[in-house]
């Protein structure tokens, strides 16, 4: 069965703390997305990945195509950084829908 | 831009009711999803559709319907809503399903529910 797992699925930090987000999948993708979802409920992506490495401002994001794994790491956490983080890929088998498998989300709450 | 816009915000339906959920895009994407989100689980593809004039089911079709009459437009139909499909909708596009243009756009969500 083609599944998205993430850890954690809460985490609480203190600002300026280092974040790191866990994805992980079963099968072959062709490519995995991070995206953010505000306390409103609005998505937005973040990332795609196919392989190696992305940075955006203090967001950066990883991905093992071997070990089936990729990571978001949020440096200088801020309080604006609270949202729920959600990891989603494209299974190689996905067949002709070519349909995003999504996580269940890591929510993230960034004290002052 | 707008980008993907949806309306209503908020609806509540008796069971049995039916209704339309609106979604629009001005980015003249071809591809147009619609997701529902439950607590807990990771959003969950309803329909979908690779161009006007054609819809196709994802993962979760039963109890809805869709219609792609016009590009922009992508509606989602309950004809006759259940406890069940108490839920936060999302409607999302993309240029691709492939490639750097596969990223998808979603709009603000529609918050449905079913008494």
């Known amino acids: 069965k083609n599944e998205v797992e993430q850890s954690p699925q809460n985490l609480t930090a203190q600002e300026g703390e280092f974040i790191t987000i866990n994805c992980s999948y079963s099968?072959?993708?062709?490519?995995l997305h991070w995206l953010q979802q505000h306390p409103g409920g609005g998505i937005v992506s973040l990332f795609m990945?196919?392989?190696g490495k992305k940075k955006h401002g203090r967001l950066i994001a990883t991905i093992n195509i071997q070990e089936k794994h990729s990571s978001l790491h949020i440096t200088a956490s801020h309080p604006r950084d609270s949202a729920v983080y959600i990891c989603?890929?494209?299974?190689?088998?996905?067949?002709?829908?070519?349909?995003?498998?999504f996580g269940s989300g890591t929510q993230l709450t960034v004290l002052p | 831009n707008a980008g993907v816009t949806q309306t209503p915000k908020f609806r509540v339906l008796k069971t049995g009711q039916s209704m339309t959920l609106l979604c629009a895009q001005d980015?003249?994407?071809?591809?147009m999803y619609w997701y529902r989100q439950d607590p807990g689980m990771g959003l969950r593809l309803i329909h979908y559709?690779?161009?006007?004039?054609?819809?196709a089911k994802g993962e979760v079709p039963d109890g809805y319907n869709v219609s792609r009459l016009k590009k922009q437009n992508f509606l989602l139909g309950l004809e006759s809503a259940a406890p069940s499909q108490t839920s936060v909708y999302f409607c999302a596009s993309s240029l691709r399903t492939s490639g750097p243009q596969e990223t998808q756009y979603f709009g603000p969500g529609t918050r449905l529910l079913v008494l």
């Open positions: 099968v072959g993708i062709s490519a």
């Open positions: 990945l196919s392989s």
């Open positions: 980015m003249n994407h071809e591809y």
């Open positions: 559709s690779v161009g006007e004039g054609t819809t």
């Open positions: 989603a890929v494209r299974f190689l088998l996905s067949g002709s829908a070519r349909q995003l498998t």
